[in-house]
């Protein structure tokens, strides 16, 4: 299963329909977004797609409890399930803890991807382009024996997303 991973939109609505368009195009049957959407417009960008999904409220993100009603909008931390993998899914990284196999986080608007004790620690980066010239997703497929990891970078004059690195990590089954 391929999963699209944004984070940090914030009100770059354009930047997140370009992501979503893009990491669709590459297979992703799942979207994750790591919080901080921020616009309204967002959240209907996710659920304009016709992929199932999973947001979480980031920081900035008080304001859209009045849409949740309408969208697959959670608090933090938030557990579910995933093609048979236990996910973590929150915004500020004050839960990363190894009681999940996939934990996905944002906030800080840094490109992350590790794993430690059995668990692949993932921040997508930012879609918002805020921090430094470009926006930043990732592409998770999760297969039976391992995880990879495409990392993407799309700067203002790239006409589309470019493959930074990729990645591949053991699966360490938690019980």
Not at 4 to 24: G, I, N, P
Not at 49 to 54: A, G, L
Not at 55 to 81: I, R, S
Not at 90 to 111: C, K, N, R, S, W
Request: proline share 3%; aromatic share 12%; hydrophobic share 35%.
């Amino acid at each position: 299963m391929k999963i699209a991973l944004l984070s940090d939109s914030h009100t770059k609505v354009e930047a997140t329909q370009e992501a979503l368009a893009f990491l669709r195009d590459q297979g992703a049957s799942f979207i994750i977004h790591a919080g901080d959407l921020v616009d309204p417009q967002n959240l209907e960008l996710l659920a304009a797609t016709q992929m199932r999904y999973i947001a979480v409220y980031g920081n900035n993100d008080a304001h859209l409890v009045e849409y949740a009603h309408n969208y697959n909008l959670v608090q933090e931390p938030y557990y579910f399930k995933l093609a048979d993998t236990k996910c973590k899914l929150m915004h500020l990284p004050l839960y990363l803890t190894p009681d999940a196999e996939l934990v996905i986080f944002g906030h800080t608007h840094q490109f992350e991807v590790m794993q430690k004790s059995g668990t692949l620690y993932i921040n997508p980066g930012e879609i918002c382009a805020r921090n430094k010239p470009y926006s930043e997703c990732a592409l998770l497929e999760i297969q039976e024996e391992a995880f990879c990891v495409d990392y993407y970078t799309k700067g203002s004059e790239d006409l589309a997303y470019r493959l930074q690195e990729h990645y591949e990590f053991k699966r360490q089954k938690h019980e």
